[in-house]
């Protein structure tokens, strides 16, 4: 009978294991998943910011810091960039776009420029979509984070070597209003 009871507690921790495995797997999955469908949507901006800052700077010319700022960082390759390293170089770029919006709110016939127009427009669009990926990377994010940091998960986390997430958050640039001065 004792024998019988040892059998079915390690069947039972065994398949403990593997379901918890099994859920790891899934939520990183998911994780990926995410990431993925946000990368588009950071690419697809990554990709309209020389466009959107050519035409600015005939309008703009001594605004050259903040231009330069942005071809700076867009001129890194996007493609070879970790997550962790996209994600820091987008928090950056949301600073310098917000700041070329706010440089088009000073120059009426830039505002009046049908290819500006275009392009704002596009990248409102696309920062909509990055701002609803965010939401679904973040949520994926805390429920595999959950899984990594609550007990008694964690302890086969670590065992399968599955560590926390970053959340991509908005820093403390995008969090303030923008300063334009002349």
């Given at each position: 009978?004792?024998?019988?009871?040892?059998?079915?507690?390690?069947?039972?921790?065994?398949?403990?294991?593997?379901?918890?495995?099994?859920?790891?797997?899934?939520?990183?999955?998911?994780v990926k998943e995410a990431f993925s469908t946000m990368d588009v949507y950071l690419k697809k901006r990554w990709d309209l910011i020389p466009n959107l800052v050519e035409t600015v700077k005939g309008y703009a010319k001594h605004e050259k810091d903040t231009l330069k700022e942005i071809v700076e960082l867009r001129s890194s390759?996007?493609?070879?960039?970790?997550?962790?390293?996209?994600?820091?170089?987008?928090?950056?770029?949301?600073?310098?776009?917000?700041?070329?919006?706010?440089?088009?709110?000073?120059?009426?016939?830039?505002?009046?420029?049908?290819?500006?127009?275009?392009?704002?427009?596009?990248?409102?669009?696309?920062?909509?979509?990055?701002?609803?990926?965010?939401?679904?990377?973040?949520?994926?994010?805390?429920?595999?984070?959950?899984?990594?940091?609550?007990?008694?998960?964690?302890?086969?986390?670590?065992?399968?070597?599955?560590?926390?997430?970053?959340?991509?958050?908005?820093?403390?640039?995008?969090?303030?209003?923008?300063?334009?001065?002349?």
């Open positions: 009978m004792f024998t019988f009871i040892i059998i079915v507690l390690i069947v039972i921790a065994f398949v403990v294991v593997i379901s918890t495995y099994n859920n790891f797997v899934q939520l990183n999955n998911k390759t996007y493609d070879n960039m970790t997550d962790d390293d996209k994600i820091k170089a987008n928090e950056k770029l949301s600073t310098g776009i917000t700041k070329i919006m706010a440089l088009a709110e000073a120059y009426p016939d830039l505002k009046a420029n049908e290819n500006f127009k275009d392009l704002s427009n596009q990248l409102t669009k696309v920062e909509d979509d990055i701002a609803n990926s965010r939401k679904y990377y973040n949520g994926v994010v805390r429920m595999f984070n959950n899984k990594v940091e609550m007990f008694p998960s964690n302890i086969l986390a670590g065992i399968f070597g599955y560590k926390s997430k970053t959340m991509f958050e908005a820093n403390t640039n995008e969090r303030e209003n923008v300063k334009v001065s002349f």
